[in-house]
């Protein structure tokens, strides 16, 4: 079974750029996370799909934050434009719907905002 | 938000030496879990215990659950230098919603000095 693809590995820009990150979900799965993981902290969900549509983005910064999963398969993130701040991983998962399933991870995004 | 909070902290022990990890929460759960992150890399799933079951193994992992005092603990057993690494607990809870939400600790980092 084929994991949980991520691009790109490593990203570098500069603050007020713009910049998307792509998710490729284990076939079948239908809820995808984005988590945002600051050094040094646990996983903070941005923002989780369930198929196609959006069922929790509380804590996403909309302001500045945008996510999208077409034909409920594959996910883009996109931050514009960018603060010092939003340094950090990020990182998409996938799993089953209903209770009891574990979520994967993909080995994630990791952005430095200079 | 966070869920989970995990002491310690840091950890650091001899190999061979048995690890314990706790993690706290605050809301009823649908089961808990708990993840490994390697330095740079993604998080691996270790093990999932429900919300109904008291204790759980798996191979040196054993992992208990009191949700009466809204807690769990994982245990390493005969560490090795390889389980260096974060460890995590995530909660898995229903929502308003009725979608599930994960939602991570803190995380206690391991050193298992060889």
């Known amino acids: 079974e084929a994991g949980v693809a991520q691009s790109p590995r490593y990203k570098i820009i500069e603050k007020r750029q713009s910049v998307a990150f792509w998710c490729n979900p284990i076939s079948g799965h239908a809820t995808l996370y984005w988590y945002q993981q600051i050094l040094g902290q646990g996983p903070k969900l941005l923002i989780q799909f369930q198929n196609n549509g959006v069922v929790d983005d509380s804590q996403l910064p909309k302001d500045r934050f945008s996510a999208e999963r077409l034909k409920g398969v594959d996910s883009t993130l996109k931050i514009q434009p960018a603060k010092l701040e939003d340094s950090a991983v990020y990182l998409c998962?996938?799993?089953?719907?209903?209770?009891?399933?574990?979520?994967?991870f993909g080995q994630g995004t990791r952005l430095t905002v200079v | 938000s966070q869920q989970g909070e995990e002491d310690p902290q840091a950890l650091s022990i001899q190999e061979g030496e048995n690890a314990t990890m706790n993690c706290s929460y605050k809301t009823s759960i649908n089961n808990l879990q708990w993840y490994r992150q390697n330095s740079g890399r993604g998080l691996v799933h270790l093990i999932l215990i429900r919300s109904n079951e008291r204790e759980k193994h798996s191979g040196r992992l054993r992992v208990t659950l009191d949700t009466s005092k809204k807690s769990s603990s994982l245990l390493i057993t005969a560490s090795r230098a390889a389980d260096t690494a974060s460890y995590f607990c995530a909660t898995d809870a229903s929502t308003a919603g009725g979608y599930q939400k994960v939602t991570f600790g803190t995380g206690t980092k391991l050193q298992v000095i060889p």
């Open positions: 998962a996938s799993s089953s719907i209903g209770q009891g399933h574990e979520a994967f």
